[in-house]
C-alpha cells in the first residue's frame, strides 16, 4: 500500500487528475503473496486511500458484476443465455469466488473507512435494480459519485423512480 501510494503522489505531481479504472478483479480474483484473495478493505491498502484523499484525487472502482452474474445459472437467473453463451461470465464458484453480497460489505466498509475519498462506482455499483439502497449510499458518503454505462436496461423498469432518483442524485 506505502509503495502504491507513494507511486500515486509521484504520477499526481506528473499530472494525473485520478485514478481509475480500478478493475473489477480487484476483490474478485486478485491474490495476495500468500495466495489469499485481496479483499477490497484489505487494511494493507488504507495508505493508497489515505494519499487519494489527501491529494483530492478522485478513484474510479469496478467492484464486481452483475448480481446475476453471482447467481445460480437457472432458468430463474434473466442473464442465464447470456451466461450460458459466455461462461467466463460466471462467478458461482464459491471455492474461487466471493458472492455478490460479500464485495458489496467489502466495499461498502472500504467506503466508510475512506469517506475523505472521492470514490466514483462504475454502474451505479451495480445498484440500478436497487435504486433505494444506492441512495442511502449517497446520502451517507458525501464524496461518492457513479456512472450509467452498462445498465441503462434496469432503469427502464422502474421509470418514474429512476426519474426523481437523478433528479435528486444529480
Same mark, same amino acid.
Given at each position: 500500500? %506505502? ?6 503522489e509521484?504520477d ?7 485514478? +481509475? ?11 495476495k503473496? #500468500?495466495g ?6 484489505? !487494511? ?6 489515505? &494519499?487519494?484523499?489527501?491529494? %483530492?484525487t478522485p ?6 458484476d452483475p &448480481? =446475476?452474474?453471482f447467481a445460480p445459472?437457472?432458468y430463474q437467473n434473466?442473464?442465464?443465455?447470456e451466461?450460458?453463451?459466455? !461462461? ?10 466471493? &458472492? *455478490? =453480497? ?11 473507512r475512506?469517506p ?7 454502474? $451505479? ?5 436497487d435504486?433505494?439502497?444506492l +441512495?442511502?449510499m *449517497?446520502? &451517507?458518503l !458525501?464524496? $461518492?459519485y457513479s456512472?450509467v +454505462?452498462?445498465?441503462?436496461? #434496469?432503469?427502464g423498469?422502474p !421509470?418514474?423512480?429512476?426519474? =426523481?432518483? *437523478?433528479? %435528486?442524485?444529480?
Amino acid at each position: 500500500g %506505502k509503495r502504491i501510494a507513494a507511486q500515486l503522489e509521484a504520477d499526481v505531481r506528473a499530472g494525473a487528475a485520478g485514478v +481509475g479504472e480500478i478493475g473489477k478483479g480487484f476483490g474478485l480474483s486478485i491474490r495476495k503473496a #500468500d495466495g489469499t484473495r485481496l479483499q477490497l478493505d484489505d !487494511p494493507e491498502l488504507a495508505p493508497v486511500w489515505e &494519499s487519494a484523499a489527501r491529494l %483530492k484525487t478522485p478513484i474510479f472502482i469496478h467492484v464486481a458484476d452483475p &448480481s =446475476e452474474f453471482f447467481a445460480p445459472l437457472d432458468y430463474q437467473n434473466e442473464r442465464w443465455l447470456e451466461l450460458a453463451l459466455y !461462461p467466463g461470465r460466471r462467478y458461482q464458484d464459491r471455492a474461487r469466488f466471493p &458472492s *455478490f =453480497e460479500e464485495l458489496m460489505a467489502e466495499r461498502d466498509r472500504l467506503l466508510a473507512r475512506h469517506p475523505k475519498t472521492i470514490w466514483v462506482l462504475a454502474h $451505479l455499483g451495480w445498484h440500478a435494480n436497487d435504486l433505494a439502497r444506492l +441512495g442511502r449510499m *449517497f446520502d &451517507s458518503l !458525501p464524496n $461518492l459519485y457513479s456512472e450509467v +454505462g452498462a445498465i441503462l436496461y #434496469d432503469l427502464g423498469r422502474p !421509470p418514474r423512480a429512476a426519474r =426523481e432518483f *437523478f433528479l %435528486k442524485y444529480q
